[in-house]
């Protein structure tokens, strides 16, 4: 059974930095395309970043150059940088994986297992 657990997410200020975490179990995350998604409610739920089985990263044009994701194969955990945050990246944060290894559309429907999400709140 696949269980992915996001951490990291709190309270800070425009221009702050935040690292969100996620720890997965049941799955390889190497192995996998590992994705960042955010919602805000209301909102459909949007890709950030992904990293794809051989390490290769893409990010939301919204994003690039602040956010940085990585992968730590021993411990089986993805990780999200995130610097300068905006006020509009008020949003759930959720990982995510798809079976395969290669990322593709980076759409929520195609994606398999989904963590409880971690909140970040950017105040101005």
């Known amino acids: 059974q696949v269980r992915l657990v996001e951490s990291g997410g709190a309270s800070v200020q425009v221009g702050g930095s935040l690292r969100l975490s996620c720890a997965a179990s049941?799955?390889?995350?190497?192995?996998?395309?590992m994705g960042w998604f955010r919602q805000a409610p209301g909102k459909a739920r949007e890709a950030v970043a992904t990293i794809e089985r051989d390490g290769t990263t893409w990010y939301a044009d919204s994003v690039k150059g602040r956010f940085t994701s990585s992968r730590d194969n021993a411990e089986n955990t993805l990780a999200l940088r995130m610097n300068s945050l905006e006020p509009e990246e008020t949003d759930t944060y959720y990982c995510a994986d798809r079976s395969g290894g290669y990322c593709g559309a980076r759409l929520s429907k195609f994606f398999d297992s989904w963590g409880l999400g971690t909140q970040v709140t950017v105040s101005s």
């Open positions: 049941g799955v390889t995350i190497s192995n996998y395309c």
